[in-house]
């Protein structure tokens, strides 16, 4: 039941937002009749209202005194193949952002393009399943007005990030569900704590989903894939950690 209500709440989406990318009218569908339709208020309802609502609320955001002075990176900290020390060399000029998969018009952006984007900023909270956090501020356009323009495909269910590097070899990957998608907080990254994003860091573009774990906020983004089911991406489970030592999908603060 949840996820037929993900979808309709996705598709609302979609109906609000022709050509919002360009005028920067973004807004989430999620306030119109659908939620009229979901929050009827008897009990039931009320039960899936707990559900949506926990899903739809925003992390905490935080003031620019509480930053931290140091943010660690973690994980891949250079891609360092042949291709992306090239883009690294030529400043990203060359870096294209691909969106395909279950959608009705392919993109293909340069970094240009995304920076010149209606852009968020946020300061949030990291946090690593290590055990470490660290506030920071990130800035970049919506993931939600982009997959408007792209125009998903009924059958698209999840978001799949292909990534620029090999972790251990193994090309890193992850995913997020349509209600992550299209979560006011979902952003592609490309400036940190005011600077342009830094290799450490996951340039020149990474995922920021404020309400999960650090494992699914994709560095080095280079393909956005909209499918219909996880089950022929990587193992299966749906990223790389989840495919290499069984983390959770779904990883929620
Ligand atoms: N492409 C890619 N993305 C990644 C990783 C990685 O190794 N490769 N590590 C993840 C983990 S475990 C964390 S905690 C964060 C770390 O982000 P940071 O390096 O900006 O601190 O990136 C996540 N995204
Ligand atoms: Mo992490």
């Known amino acids: 039941m949840s996820r037929f209500l993900t979808r309709r709440a996705a598709l609302t989406g979609l109906a609000v937002g022709a050509g919002g990318l ?16 979901i929050f009827k208020g008897d009990g039931w309802n009320r039960g899936l209202q707990r559900l949506i609502t926990s899903r739809d609320a925003l992390a905490p955001e935080f003031r620019p005194d509480q930053m ?5 990176s973690n994980g891949t900290r250079n891609p360092n193949t042949q291709s992306y020390n090239a883009h690294a060399a030529a400043d990203f000029s060359t870096w294209r952002l691909k969106i395909d998969g279950r959608v009705a018009r392919p993109l293909s952006l ?5 920076r010149s984007l209606p852009a968020r900023s946020q300061i949030t909270r990291h946090d690593c399943v290590e055990g470490w956090s660290a506030i920071g501020k990130w800035t970049g356009p919506r993931l939600g007005p982009l997959l408007r323009h792209a125009g998903l495909r009924d059958d698209a269910r999840y978001i799949v990030f292909h990534c620029a590097d090999r972790f251990g070899g193994t090309p890193y990957y992850e995913s997020i569900d349509l209600v992550d998608a299209f979560h006011p907080q979902t952003i592609l990254a490309w400036a940190m704590n005011d600077h342009v994003l830094s290799v450490p860091h ?6 920021r989903v404020e309400r999960q774990l ?7 983004v280079e393909r956005i894939e909209a499918v219909a089911s ?10 790389y950690w989840e495919d290499v030592a069984d983390y959770d999908w779904y990883a929620g603060i």
């Open 22 to 37: 360009l005028t920067g009218c973004d807004k989430l569908g999620n306030e119109g009749p659908v939620r009229k339709f």
């Open 68 to 72: 931290s002075p140091i943010f660690r």
């Open 110 to 114: 340069s970094m240009a393009q995304l």
């Open 202 to 207: 996951g340039a020149p573009v990474r995922l």
């Open 214 to 220: 650090g494992y699914k906020h994709a560095k080095y």
């Open 230 to 239: 996880l089950d022929d991406i990587g193992r299966g489970q749906g990223g």
